[in-house]
Nanobody, 120 residues
Framework: QVHVVESGGGLVHPGGSLTLSCTSSELNLDSYSIGWFRQAPGKEREEVAC????????YHLDSVKGRFTISRDNDKNMVFFQMNSLKSEDTAIYYC?????????????WGQGTQVTVSS
């Protein structure tokens, strides 16, 4: 069984920053595409960012470009999601997902999610 573990969520004021982390003890993440998805109350889950295993390419949702950055540390077998200039509309449960394909369209493994709340 594959375990995907996220950490780093919490409560932050608007304009603040958080860094989410994702790892798996069963998989070498550098062989997979890793994505961050989020689901806000009453809304569908959406893909926010993806780090492809191919050539280090990345994707970021338009609404987070310039504020959020997905990155990897292969030595630590971890993927990070730096979130800056957070807005109330970023409030959601954030999920790390692992995909065997080049991008994160249909992830094979999911984490349990970590809550991010942006509020004054």
């Amino acid at each position: 069984q594959v375990h995907v573990v996220e950490s780093g969520g919490g409560l932050v004021h608007p304009g603040g920053s958080l860094t989410l982390s994702c790892t798996s003890s069963e998989l070498n993440l550098d062989s997979y595409s890793i994505g961050w998805f989020r689901q806000a109350p009453g809304k569908e889950r959406e893909e926010v960012a993806c780090s492809s295993y191919s050539e280090g390419s990345t994707y970021h949702l338009d609404s987070v470009k310039g504020r959020f950055t997905i990155s990897r540390d292969n030595d630590k077998n971890m993927v990070f999601f730096q979130m800056n200039s957070l807005k109330s509309e970023d409030t959601a449960i954030y999920y790390c997902a692992i995909d065997r394909a080049q991008w994160c369209n249909q992830p094979d493994y999911w984490g349990q999610g970590t809550q991010v709340t942006v509020s004054s």
